[in-house]
């Protein structure tokens, strides 16, 4: 098992556990991590919901290239279909479910890290924790889930993705992207208390207050965006195949050199 999931005080606490490998996340693991979502959403006792990770770094991104067997050939019709899913559908099925939801984030969180942390509505970040999105070295404008613009707005979201450059836990508070920044080693008890502080609140007021939020976030074009720059996203998979194959290795070799 890749997830962690214990439920205390009417919190429902979900733990990314490959501390080994930076909590890399292969289709398993995706998997895992949505049915303890749905499973608290199920439990009407779960009236806040925290994601944490073990070890030094909150999620070093996807697994490029898989943890299995890799298929003779490689079209786009797969590659669609399996980040729809698992990318695309997963993040929004998070940030939609009608509970208070928190993250809790460490060290490096890269890249697909980003489609575990943004669907929550809350962050709070370590002091070492840093938020970068280097795609753009592999010939894709961004990862799945485009929540930059929303998250950033358009030009620190622009210098982030130009430059592939890691965001500063404080910068991300800056832009209203990370809700605290507080010492490593009081990553998880102020988490703690800033989810029972939620959890002593009436549950159907929670659920339509966040559903007051995301509906305007919706009204101003939020789900539109995010589907429409997911077919944009598809594209750079579309010319990284026609040009080399998938994924490219030269570039995937440029994308670990820049993150050392």
Not at 34 to 62: C, M, N, P, Y
Not at 64 to 69: A, E, F, H, R, S
Not at 221 to 247: C, K
Request: glycine fraction near 8%; proline fraction near 5%.
């Amino acid at each position: 098992m890749y997830i962690r999931y214990e439920v205390a005080d009417h919190i429902a606490t979900i733990t990314l556990d490959r501390p080994e490998v930076a909590n890399v996340q292969n289709a398993e693991l995706l998997d895992q991590l949505d049915q303890a979502w749905t499973r608290a959403a199920a439990d009407d006792d779960v009236k806040v919901i925290v994601l944490r990770a073990e070890g030094r770094h909150f999620s070093a991104g996807h697994q490029l290239g898989g943890d299995g067997p890799v298929p003779d050939k490689i079209t786009l019709e797969m590659v669609y279909s399996h980040e729809s899913r698992r990318y695309l559908d997963y993040s929004l099925r998070w940030r939609n479910i009608p509970k208070p939801s928190i993250a809790a984030v460490q060290g490096r969180c890269i890249a697909g890290g980003l489609l575990l942390c943004w669907p929550c509505d809350l962050i709070v970040a370590a002091d070492d924790a840093s938020f970068s999105d280097p795609v753009v070295l592999m010939g894709i404008g961004g990862v799945e889930y485009h929540g930059h613009t929303w998250e950033l707005g358009p030009r620190k979201a622009k210098e982030i993705l130009f430059t592939g450059r890691p965001l500063t836990a404080q910068e991300a508070e800056q832009t209203g992207m990370v809700n605290r920044v507080v010492p490593r080693d009081q990553l998880d008890s102020e988490t703690s208390e800033l989810a029972r502080q939620i959890a002593s609140m009436p549950a159907f007021g929670l659920r339509q207050a966040k559903r007051a939020v995301n509906q305007t976030l919706d009204v101003q074009g939020f789900y539109a965006a995010i589907q429409s720059v997911f077919d944009i996203h598809q594209t750079g998979h579309g010319n990284a195949l026609s040009v080399g194959g998938y994924p490219v290795l030269a570039d995937l070799a440029r994308m670990k050199d820049k993150l050392r």
